[in-house]
């Protein structure tokens, strides 16, 4: 069977345009008197309450309590949790902006499929994507945040959510994201995939890519 042309592109977010640094963040938490953060953070997908933060089951207060309650540090503010957090993410490059902004002008749909979680939105949105004086609705279409639709990839769900809302077809679409699980999770549902490698320069791969589709 002959296969479709690329109409859509759909963004992961850390660890595709975000960078992402685990190491800070361990150290960040572990300077507040919280060195449990190690076992909880993973990449792809944290556990514990991180996990039921990302997935949208527990508020930013409600996060920052429970860390209070473990660490057995009531003096701990809500802002000093969400700076550790933040460490995790340094930032955008200008230069994926700029391509992702290309591929809107060639044509193409672009979306942002992510797990993130409330607390570290408002820095994505506010500082990262303005880094070259746009706001995040200029790159997408639109935004599948995990927080807000109640679901965590690899499940097929918020893709599937996804899918329904866009009105996307999997067949036409090119998921990009470093997750080997999130990868195999589109694949299935009949999505193209490409798997990049930390720190890749997007604009040079994934762009030749693409211009060879065409």
């Given at each position: 069977?002959?296969?479709?042309?690329?109409?859509?592109?759909?963004?992961?977010?850390?660890?595709?345009?975000?960078?992402?640094?685990?190491?800070?963040?361990?150290?960040?938490?572990?300077?507040?008197?919280?060195?449990?953060?190690?076992?909880?953070?993973?990449?792809?997908?944290?556990?514990?309450?991180?996990?039921?933060?990302?997935?949208?089951?527990?508020?930013?207060?409600?996060?920052?309590?429970?860390?209070?309650?473990?660490?057995?540090?009531?003096?701990?503010?809500?802002?000093?949790?969400?700076?550790?957090?933040?460490?995790?993410?340094?930032?955008i490059p200008v230069a994926k902006l700029r391509f992702v902004?290309?591929?809107?002008?060639?044509?193409?749909?672009?979306?942002?499929?992510?797990?993130i979680n409330e607390m570290v939105w408002p820095t994505v949105?506010?500082?990262?994507?303005?880094?070259?004086?746009?706001?995040?609705?200029?790159?997408?279409?639109?935004?599948?945040?995990?927080?807000?639709?109640?679901?965590?990839?690899?499940?097929?769900?918020?893709?599937?959510?996804?899918?329904?809302?866009?009105?996307?077809?999997?067949?036409?679409?090119?998921?990009?994201?470093?997750?080997?699980?999130?990868?195999?999770?589109?694949?299935?549902?009949?999505?193209?995939?490409?798997?990049?490698?930390?720190?890749?320069?997007?604009?040079?791969?994934?762009?030749?890519?693409?211009?060879?589709?065409?």
């Amino acid at each position: 069977m002959e296969r479709r042309a690329i109409r859509n592109i759909v963004f992961d977010l850390g660890g595709v345009l975000i960078d992402l640094d685990r190491q800070r963040c361990i150290d960040a938490f572990t300077a507040l008197g919280f060195p449990q953060i190690e076992r909880m953070l993973d990449y792809y997908r944290p556990v514990g309450i991180f996990n039921r933060l990302e997935r949208g089951d527990a508020t930013v207060a409600e996060t920052c309590d429970a860390i209070r309650r473990e660490a057995g540090n009531p003096t701990l503010t809500d802002r000093q949790l969400c700076d550790a957090y933040c460490a995790f993410l340094t930032g955008i490059p200008v230069a994926k902006l700029r391509f992702v902004r290309r591929l809107r002008e060639a044509g193409y749909r672009t979306y942002a499929l992510s797990n993130i979680n409330e607390m570290v939105w408002p820095t994505v949105a506010d500082v990262f994507f303005r880094a070259d004086g746009h706001d995040v609705d200029h790159y997408f279409e639109r935004l599948y945040l995990s927080f807000r639709m109640g679901a965590l990839k690899p499940d097929a769900e918020i893709f599937e959510s996804m899918i329904a809302d866009s009105g996307m077809c999997p067949e036409e679409t090119l998921f990009v994201d470093d997750s080997p699980h999130n990868v195999e999770a589109a694949l299935k549902l009949g999505f193209e995939v490409y798997r990049p490698a930390p720190h890749e320069a997007l604009d040079t791969t994934l762009g030749s890519l693409l211009q060879e589709e065409r």
